[in-house]
Nanobody, 114 residues
Framework: VQLQASGGGLVQAGGSLRLSCASS????????MSWYRQAPGKERELVAR???????TYADPVKGRFTISRDNAINTVYLLMNSLKFEDTAVYYC?????????WGQGTLVTVSS
């Protein structure tokens, strides 16, 4: 399984970005997908998760601003980020959890200027 994340960039505070994570391999639709982020000097943290049937959970700092979604037809998960804040600056990673195995994308950098 290979995951390719994209969509990061530089954005002003208050702006929006949409991250994408394309997955190779089969049966993408039956596994949960997640987005994590890691800011400089900090631990990697969970941002959002979407189950195989579309149920979503969010970390408190992003609730109401970020939306995770998936398109099983093209094996892709998205993270729409609105009302971005300086503290959202981080490298964002997607993850596929398949039983006891985890697969990570390479990360995409999001920089929010204040």
């Amino acid at each position: 399984v290979q995951l390719q994340a994209s969509g990061g960039g530089l954005v002003q505070a208050g702006g929006s970005l949409r991250l994408s994570c394309a997955s190779s391999g089969s049966i993408f639709r039956i596994y949960p997908m997640s987005w994590y982020r890691q800011a400089p000097g900090k631990e990697r943290e969970l941002v959002a998760r979407i189950s195989s049937d579309g149920n979503t959970t969010y970390a408190d700092p992003v609730k109401g601003r970020f939306t995770i979604s998936r398109d099983n037809a093209i094996n892709t998960v998205y993270l729409l980020m609105n009302s971005l804040k300086f503290e959202d600056t981080a490298v964002y990673y997607c993850k596929s959890t398949r039983g006891r195995f985890e697969y990570w994308g390479q990360g995409t950098l999001v920089t929010v200027s204040s």
